[in-house]
């Protein structure tokens, strides 16, 4: 709160962003008339940030307001992790702003039954990546167009197919011995606060009351010490298992730095490679933890 | 706060052997919570549970924990007397002492120590276990038995003259299975068919037996009380309402001779695409061959067949059917099938003439076989010696390791019958004679008196006498009298191999079907192989006869009605009580994610909707139905938030065994 | 030097392997006494939470058991307990478990031979393994943290 608070209207909206987007108008005046027609009674999107480096999330109700969307490359963020606030589960009618990857969270979240397609007005933007410089999530993006939209914003790309090269970041690791990985691990883990901001940011972390606030069984230790850092690392991965979408909104939300992402791309790893699955791509695949193939054995089991 | 009572049993010296039982009792009495602990020789003896059920009363247990067997053994023993001592029985469990501690471990020092871990473990779950109550599921009054040889025409009968309506279901187009196509039956020596066929005409005059041939069980579902089956009825092409059995489609068929192999005459006879089975095939129906009728085979046949039928039974547009019945219990009598006499290349069978299987020998004896009674070589004169070589396939590392059972009698019954309608001498070559049952020595000693020479031994190969013809001749036994300890050459003009029994082809798909359990060498499995024969794992299902094992014709007909019975006592109940370990959801804080219904193995999970007072929907949260869940568990597994969980083995209660570790 | 003992856990299902380890026990076959039972209705039922803590009560290792595939008393459960274990044995080893401590086997109600063997090898692995210390590092001491394993808050 020390800092210049910076007049939004000032702000030069383009000045960190490499490219504007140019179907930012279209976009803008296609939510003006949702909202002026009652299409939707709100619209979520990025806005400008109070700060000229950032983009932040805009919930505009007021059509005259649709003209402060924006999208550029500080549009990160997965702002589908709205859909679980209870504000916005009683809003009615809403209009929503994704990206390729969030779109992937949506599909996520209609096929667990968590938001009501008829409810939701889908706005997919064609993005190329965002993140200065860009981020690991956008190099191996295979949903440049989003699966999934209403409407959609930007002219088509194809979109890239994963192969067993996209996960150079978790391969790294792999090749580690398992004393050298624990150490890793527990190194990290050690600085985590418990203050869950990753699980709160996560837009499929759709819980009320999570396992770690249950305490008949206490199953996950609350305290922030090495034991119940691992175990709540560990539990919130399992509980991942095909249906992380790797929008990497947790690590980036970490504010102890833990590279949370990586422990979530291990299990998108292993369930393309195991199911050639991939979290998101349609609301109706079920996942491969909700579903089996009839004679299917797996050899490590004796 | 928790009065537990734990009680250590010594089961004799079957626990005390390797435990010491009175120091588990002496640390059991330390543990907060157990307000009483006793150790006794036999806790399910009288004494023993009266015991129980003063302590129960005089302590006002909470909860209780018999160390003992296994809760496979006696938990419902228990259970029950914890019922009858003013307990809720789900208060009660078992700690398994001895199957999994005394009888695996021999250092008392190991055994005691794991022993009180043991108890304490289940004393730490009683501690979080709460009374739970019953569900009552409704009955279906129906049976379904599966497979119509001996074994399931007999049960069949019994629950249809108990009242109950009955659906049998037979693969084959006639019912009668093995049991139709023997000739004599030892050690009496009735007609096989003689006494069968009242039966299988009873099952289908009987108004309460509905009979399915040539159908199979495609499809189960459901529970004890309440199984939906599906049966796939596949057509028989013939009308089997109409069809009188009159012969004329099978005289007019344009295969003018019989032409291919007679399944029922294990290969000997002949048979037409359109035939009848065998002469007291019942339904007394034609049945074409879809294998090999032509119509059906190429579309092009002159259909001399449908023209010569005077009640115009036949047809072709006939369609397999899905038959859906509801049941409350099932019993499988699925039979048995025989050893590959081609596996044992060493006696020829295919590649030498006049060597025959033991069912081949039993049609040729029929007088309603192939010869109709004669015994006859290849080519076509009478044989002057026959061997029967006993455990063919059987009790040989090589082959199947068990004996089975029934191979001695009918070896010894062939080898007698032969010489009464043959003038052949007839040597048996057998490992031992077993001859256990009701009569049985008596007929080996009556055979051995008829001069039926057996030699006791293995033989090692059979091959021809190099003689006469393209060295075709009389067939040598190679094998050794290991009495007189002399290797013998046996000339004989035809040979019978008595094979022993297998699983039925089908036992591996239809253990799956019914899920149900395989023993090792794959007959199925029963519940327990002393006190529950004809039971298995799942309830409401139960095996009879050669599908669960070799056995002879009397033992087949006691285990299906021993299993008549058990239905009988399930569905004459207008409600069943289910056990009460199922799942349930905490709707305050279930989100609706349905994940848990996803990996339902029996669609338990529906979902409910909690709506405001204005009747608003407000959210949608999993339900578990009580009558479909088997409380396995895997909803709990799945559930993120925690909010389903399985009564009986609750969270909690694997947590605290966990934490005492 | 005492023989090390491992602590070890076993959470088995009720059709299959418990009635497997109650006929290898009236086989009389003898097998290692190192390892403590917990019987769950199917290995579906198995939750991660339990091998997590297993681990953290200090166990040297986790064997988990269940009816062979397509032999499920329920049908699919150990379909879903495979994939489960599958995917988590993945990650468990990504995060420097030491995986070698789970052992994962099918034994049926048949198999009491199997199931004392594969006890057996159970124990004699862990012993070859020796203790597991990872965990008993992350381990909270109840005299250094004031806190207590488990149910703290």
Redesign the interface.
């Known amino acids: 709160m020390l800092g210049v608070m910076v007049d939004v209207s000032d702000a030069e909206t383009t000045s960190t962003a490499n490219a504007t987007f140019r179907e930012l108008s279209t976009l803008q005046s296609f939510a003006k008339k949702l909202l002026e027609s009652g299409t939707v009674k709100m619209v979520i999107g990025y806005s400008q940030g109070y700060t000229s480096d950032r983009a932040m999330p805009a919930f505009i109700t007021d059509p005259e307001k649709a003209s402060s969307l924006i999208f550029d490359k500080r549009c990160f963020h997965n702002l589908t992790m709205y859909l679980k606030t209870a504000e916005i589960k009683c809003a009615g009618k809403i209009a929503i702003v994704v990206k390729g990857c969030d779109a992937k969270a949506l599909n996520v979240l209609l096929l667990e039954n968590q938001i009501k397609r008829e409810n939701l007005v889908i706005l997919g933007l064609v993005c190329i990546g965002v993140g200065d410089p860009t981020l690991e999530k956008c190099r191996i993006c295979n949903v440049n167009t989003p699966p999934i939209y209403d409407e959609l914003f930007g002219k088509p790309v194809p979109n890239k197919e994963w192969t067993s090269a996209t996960f150079t970041r978790v391969k790294e690791l792999e090749g580690k011995s398992q004393k050298e990985l624990w150490e890793f691990w527990v190194n990290e883990f050690n600085r985590c606060i418990k203050c869950y901001a990753c699980r709160e940011v996560c837009p499929i972390c759709t819980c009320t009351r999570c396992i770690t606030d249950k305490n008949q069984p206490q199953w996950v230790p609350t305290s922030p010490h090495s034991m119940g850092n691992f175990h709540w690392n560990l539990t919130r991965a399992f509980h991942l298992a095909g249906r992380c979408i790797g929008c990497d909104e947790c690590e980036r939300s970490c504010p102890a730095d833990i590279p949370l992402s990586l422990v979530n791309w291990k299990l998108i790893k292993q369930v393309f490679e195991k199911y050639g699955f991939i979290a998101g791509m349609s609301p109706d695949d079920l996942p491969p933890m909700s579903t089996y193939v009839e004679g299917e054995e797996e050899e490590f089991i004796k | 706060m928790a009065r537990i009572g734990v009680f250590i049993c010594h089961c004799g010296e079957n626990i005390a052997r390797t435990v010491d039982v009175v120091s588990v009792t002496e640390v059991a009495r330390t543990w907060p919570g157990v307000v009483y602990a006793e150790d006794y020789r036999f806790c399910c003896s009288d004494p023993g549970q009266s015991i129980i059920r003063d302590a129960i009363k005089e302590h006002n247990l909470t909860g209780l924990v018999i160390s003992a067997c296994?809760p496979?053994m006696h938990e419902k023993t228990f259970r029950n007397l914890a019922k009858a001592s003013g307990m809720n029985p789900y208060l009660c469990e078992c700690s398994?002492i001895?199957?999994?501690?005394s009888?695996?471990?021999?250092?008392k020092e190991?055994?005691t120590?794991?022993a009180i871990?043991?108890v304490r473990?289940m004393v730490e779950k009683v501690r979080m276990n709460h009374p739970l109550e019953p569900i009552e599921a409704p009955v279906t009054k129906r049976v379904l038995v599966v497979g119509a040889g001996i074994a399931g025409i007999q049960a069949s009968l019994d629950l249809a003259e108990a009242g109950l309506e009955v659906v049998l279901v037979e693969r084959n187009p006639s019912i009668g299975g093995h049991m139709a196509q023997l000739s004599e039956t030892f050690p009496t020596l009735d007609c096989s068919m003689c006494i069968l066929s009242p039966k299988m005409s009873a099952v289908k005059e009987h108004p309460d037996i509905k009979l399915l041939t040539y159908s199979e069980v495609e499809k189960v579902e459901g529970f004890i009380g309440n199984y939906t089956v599906s049966i796939r009825k596949k057509p028989r092409y013939v009308i089997e309402d109409l069809c009188v059995g009159c012969n004329e489609c099978v005289t007019h068929c344009v295969f003018k001779k019989p032409k291919f192999p007679d399944e029922f005459n294990e290969g000997l006879g002949k048979r037409k695409p359109v035939y009848i089975p065998f002469p007291q095939a019942t339904p007394q129906g034609a049945f074409i061959d879809p294998e090999t009728c032509l119509q059906l085979t190429t579309g092009k046949c002159k259909q001399t067949c449908v023209t010569a039928c005077p009640k115009d039974c036949i047809d072709f547009e006939m369609v397999e059917e899905i038959e859906e019945v509801e049941v409350g219990a099932i019993i499988l009598a699925t039979g048995f099938g025989t050893y590959k006499p081609e596996l044992l290349p060493q006696y020829g069978y295919g590649k030498l003439d006049n060597v025959y299987t033991s069912l081949q020998m039993e049609r040729m004896l029929s007088s309603s076989g192939p010869t109709e009674g004669e015994i006859l070589l290849k080519d076509g004169t009478a044989p002057k010696t026959v061997g029967i070589i006993h455990c063919a396939g059987s009790r040989d590392e090589n082959a199947n390791i068990w004996c089975s059972k029934v191979c001695c009698m009918y070896s010894l019954k062939l080898a007698h019958l032969i010489q009464e309608f043959s003038e052949a001498q007839v040597f048996n070559f057998y490992i031992d004679i077993r001859a256990a049952g009701k009569g049985y020595e008596e007929f080996y000693l009556k055979v051995i008196e008829e001069n039926v020479m057996v030699l006791r031994g293995r033989p090692a190969l059979i091959e021809y006498e190099e003689q006469g013809n393209n060295g075709k001749g009389n067939l040598l036994v190679h094998t050794e009298d290991t009495i007189s300890g002399t290797k013998l050459v046996v000339p004989v003009d035809m040979v019978v191999l008595s094979l022993g029994f297998e699983p039925d082809k089908d036992a591996v798909q239809l253990?799956?079907t019914f899920?149900i359990?395989?023993?090792?060498e794959g007959f199925f499995?029963e519940r327990h192989v002393k006190l529950a024969p004809v039971a298995t794992?799942?309830d409401g299902v139960y095996i009879v006869g050669g599908c669960q094992g070799p056995k002879d014709i009397p033992e087949t007909v006691a285990q299906a009605s021993a299993a008549a019975a058990s239905v009988l006592g399930i569905l004459s109940k207008d409600k069943l009580i289910r056990e009460p370990?199922v799942a349930r959801v905490n709707e305050?804080?279930c989100?609706?994610?349905?994940?848990c219904e996803?990996?339902c193995?029996?669609s338990a999970i529906e979902h409910k909707e909690i709506r405001d007072h204005d009747g608003n929907l407000i959210r949608?949260v999993a339900l578990v139905n009580d009558s479909l869940c088997?409380?396995?568990?895997?909803c709990?597994?799945?559930c993120?938030?925690?909010?389903i969980d399985?009564d009986?083995?609750t969270?909690?209660q694997?947590?605290?065994?966990?934490?005492v570790? | 030097m005492a023989e090390f003992k491992p602590k070890a856990i076993a959470f088995i299902c009720n059709w299959c392997t418990y009635t497997g380890a109650d006929l290898a026990g009236t086989s009389r076959m003898e097998y290692p006494a190192d390892f403590r039972i917990i019987k769950v209705p199917c290995t579906g039922r198995i939750d991660a939470e339990f091998i997590i803590k297993g681990f953290e009560q200090g166990a040297d290792g986790i064997w988990i058991s269940g009816c062979h595939i397509g032999d499920c008393h329920y049908q699919s459960g150990n379909y879903f307990a495979q994939r489960r274990w599958s995917i988590f044995h993945d990650e468990l080893e990504f995060l420097g478990i030491d995986t070698r401590r789970l052992k994962y086997t099918w034994i049926s109600a048949s198999e009491g031979r199997k199931f004392a063997d594969e006890a057996t090898e159970f124990v004699e692995r862990l012993k070859e393994l020796g203790p597991y210390e990872d965990f008993d590092q992350i381990i909270p001491k109840i005299e250094e943290s004031g806190a207590s394993v488990g149910g703290d808050g």
């Open positions: 296994s496979k398994n001895r199957e999994q501690c009888w695996v471990h021999h250092d190991v055994g120590e794991k871990d043991l473990m253990a799956k899920n359990s395989r023993s090792p499995m794992t799942t370990t305050l804080n989100i609706g994610c349905f994940q996803k990996v193995p029996y949608e088997h409380g396995c568990g895997p709990a597994a799945i993120p938030s925690k909010c399985v009986g083995i969270e909690e694997i947590y605290s065994q966990l934490a570790l």
